[in-house]
């Protein structure tokens, strides 16, 4: 690919930046990219990811096809990084099979590729939903049981712990989460803008 494939990317981003009267700060916090990332990018030093292209496109107000549309396909890390975060994303479901696997698994992967951007992000985002998905858990767990045995004194003599269906339960709903995410992923969008990163 050639340098002017690279800088046109950079080109536009830095012109529509201005044309909303946007610093490279200010832009970095409405799309949660790092003002380095949009420095590497306008400097045509980087082409930013696919998750990159999109949030700053969101984040302009632009579809990211504004961006991207002089580029080649082929110019952007894609779809190794969508490969990446797909196997970081579905391995959360190994917890059907072996407790804390949601955490322990996409967290090596996240480890292993932690200097990807995309990864760093995304599978960031993905592995600290998963930890307070398993803390939420844990504690649903301990206290809903000992609630209704609190309040049903008749509920003693059951012959299923209550733990396990609400651990099902929980199950369940982390499943459909995962594959929310995977669809998200798959499309090239942004995910869990709320969930705070803290890997």
Request: hydrophobic share 45%; with cysteine.
């Amino acid at each position: 690919m050639s340098d002017n494939q690279k800088i046109t990317i950079g080109e536009k981003l830095k012109q529509l930046r201005r044309i909303n009267c946007l610093s490279q700060e200010k832009l970095a916090g409405i799309s949660g990219i790092s003002t380095r990332t949009i420095q590497r990018i306008e400097e045509g030093k980087s082409v930013g990811s696919g998750y990159t292209i999109n949030a700053l496109a969101q984040a302009l107000n632009i579809h990211s096809t504004e961006l991207m549309d002089s580029v080649s396909q082929n110019a952007l890390p894609v779809a190794n990084n969508i490969s990446k975060l797909k196997i970081l994303n579905l391995s959360a479901i190994a917890m059907l099979l072996v407790p804390l696997a949601n955490v322990l698994i996409p967290a090596y992967i996240f480890w292993k590729n932690r200097d990807d951007e995309n990864i760093k992000h995304t599978g960031g985002k993905i592995v600290s939903f998963q930890i307070f998905w398993t803390l939420a858990t844990l504690l649903t767990s301990i206290v809903i049981p000992a609630l209704l045995l609190l309040l049903f004194s008749e509920l003693r003599t059951g012959s299923i712990p209550f733990f396990i269906p609400i651990y099902f339960i929980s199950a369940f709903f982390n499943i459909y989460f995962v594959i929310q995410f995977a669809i998200s992923i798959n499309r090239q969008q942004p995910i869990l803008q709320k969930i705070p990163n803290i890997l």
